[in-house]
């Protein structure tokens, strides 16, 4: 199938849309607490009142905000009033920004803006309440990492650009714009790049495919080839070593005879990658689950093989797959986000049928932070549909007014008393991502005039500002804690297939 055809399949079917089902928690205030009462958990598929009978066409998930002009909770899906004017056909979701696509290839984005994320050219505004306009042009795609965002355009020589924070050289300019915040500190901070930038060492390739993960990015070339960069913590980018890639680097195991298609499946999870090759076979490498070694390279996941899979998403530690007429899920959870049912397993380590779905087509499929959606086709699925529950959800008076100023989701949730002081602390030492010298990230991001998809751009030079090159260091300064390296597996394809791989029906 050339490239053409299986945009244009994904495109038809896309269009036909379907039910939306969530399973996972609806307590977002209690999120990430050790201690979180289960009755907010939707540990089976369910519909949501308000979209029942609604056509959704695409769905994207993770920590970002809302859009709707001010920092309230609400429970139940909700029409954003200012993009009723667009016809939105992709979105991508970040650890605290939100970035929407409408069919005339305009991007526009939301929330916490203080690393540039939001592609807007300037970080003055570290909180946009409502969509603002990305200074793009001509967007195919857009999807987001944690303080980053990746655009795909159709622009010669720019198919793919990136915006936000550069930390682990996640932008792939071959850099992390490292910088000391003064001359007499030793305090390390990220110069934030707010306007969207062309990757230089991708401008003679098409982009077709493009996934994130909290710091890194897969994207796959027209000619089948792989590119992986960012934080290179757990193998997550799949060559062979923990290294930070400051730049794309092509992955070697995804070349010659072993290409990806034009209809492959990309997916990246926060320390995981994924994608199908020759034959369909879907590869992951990087933390694949809490126990056991890092695949540090590309793998084949046996248990998977000869499905036919057509979409997947990872979310922290669990990941959703679409293949043939069944929903498969498996990793870490605890809040009922693989969908087992109330009679079913917690976690799985390996890929399982979600059963109540069994015999319908899964559309597109969406996993965030203790939670997971999938579309099915309603066509062969109606009856199986009016057999699942319905949630309602709290109406919109009910909904909790945010902190004034804070929209990362991270830190809206208070500490008390001395564990207060400390965890506010430790947070302050590990974000070496916040300069102290606000006035410096915004020096130079506001110029005078507008340019898009990255031509042009004007840079300004920092005093102590450390300069990187090539693919980066192995250690750097201001990284998260260390992350527990296993050793490199060496098991053989038929060690996964034993456990019991969920059988087609």
């Not at 109540?356 to 997971?372: K, N, P, T, Y």
Request: some cysteine; charged content about 25%.
């Amino acid at each position: 199938m050339s490239a053409a055809e299986a945009e244009q399949k994904a495109e038809e079917e896309a269009v036909k849309g379907g039910e939306l089902l969530f399973c996972g928690t609806t307590s977002w205030d209690a999120i990430g607490r050790r201690k979180v009462s289960p009755e907010g958990n939707l540990v089976s598929p369910t519909r949501l009142r308000p979209l029942v009978g609604v056509d959704i066409r695409f769905v994207a998930s993770g920590c970002g905000q809302l859009g709707h002009g001010d920092q309230i909770q609400r429970d139940r899906p909700t029409v954003v009033s200012e993009l009723s004017k667009y016809r939105i056909v992709r979105a991508g979701s970040g650890r605290s920004h939100t970035v929407v696509l409408t069919e005339d290839g305009i991007a526009l984005s939301f929330g916490w803006n203080k690393h540039g994320q939001l592609g807007t050219g300037s970080v003055k505004n570290e909180l946009e309440l409502s969509p603002v306009r990305c200074l793009v042009s001509e967007v195919t795609n857009a999807v987001c990492g944690a303080d980053f965002t990746v655009w795909l355009t159709t622009v010669e020589g720019a198919s793919i650009l990136t915006a936000g924070l550069p930390q682990y050289g996640q932008l792939g300019h071959g850099t992390d714009n490292e910088y000391n915040t003064k001359d007499s500190s030793v305090r390390l901070a990220y110069e934030a790049q707010p306007r969207p930038k062309a990757i230089a060492s991708l401008a003679g390739e098409k982009i077709v495919k493009i996934a994130c993960g909290a710091n890194h990015s897969v994207a796959v070339d027209s000619n089948g080839y792989v590119y992986t960069w960012g934080f290179g913590g757990y193998g997550r980018l799949g060559h062979r070593e923990q290294k930070d890639e400051w730049a794309p680097r092509r992955v070697d195991v995804f070349t010659k005879h072993n290409l990806v298609p034009p209809d492959a499946v990309v997916s990246a999870g926060s320390a995981n990658s994924a994608c199908t090759a020759g034959g369909g076979q879907l590869y992951m490498w990087g933390k694949i689950k809490n126990t056991g070694d890092d695949w540090m390279y590309p793998k084949p996941l046996m248990d998977l093989s000869g499905w036919n899979l057509h979409c997947m998403d990872s979310g922290s530690m669990h990941h959703f797959v679409g293949a043939d007429s069944s929903c498969i899920s498996w990793g870490h959870a605890q809040s009922g986000e693989l969908g087992y049912g109330p009679n079913g397993q917690k976690s799985s380590a390996v890929p399982k049928k979600v059963e109540i779905l069994d015999g319908m087509h899964v559309i597109s499929v969406a996993c965030g932070l203790a939670h997971s959606m999938v579309i099915v086709d309603r066509t062969n699925g109606a009856d199986q549909l009016d057999q699942l529950d319905v949630y309602d959800g709290k109406a919109f008076g009910e909904g909790i007014e945010e902190p004034n100023g804070n929209a990362r989701v991270a830190k809206t949730t208070a500490k008390r008393g001395a564990a207060k002081t400390s965890e506010n602390s430790k947070r302050k030492a590990k974000d070496s991502s916040e300069s102290e010298d606000e006035q410096d990230s915004e020096d130079g991001s506001d110029d005078s005039e507008e340019q898009v998809n990255g031509r042009a751009e004007k840079k300004k030079p920092r005093g102590g500002k450390a300069s990187g090159s090539g693919r980066g260091r192995g250690r750097g300064r201001g990284r998260p804690p260390v992350e527990k390296k296993g050793s490199e597996s060496a098991q053989g394809r038929g060690k996964l297939a034993k456990r019991g791989r969920p059988k087609k029906s």
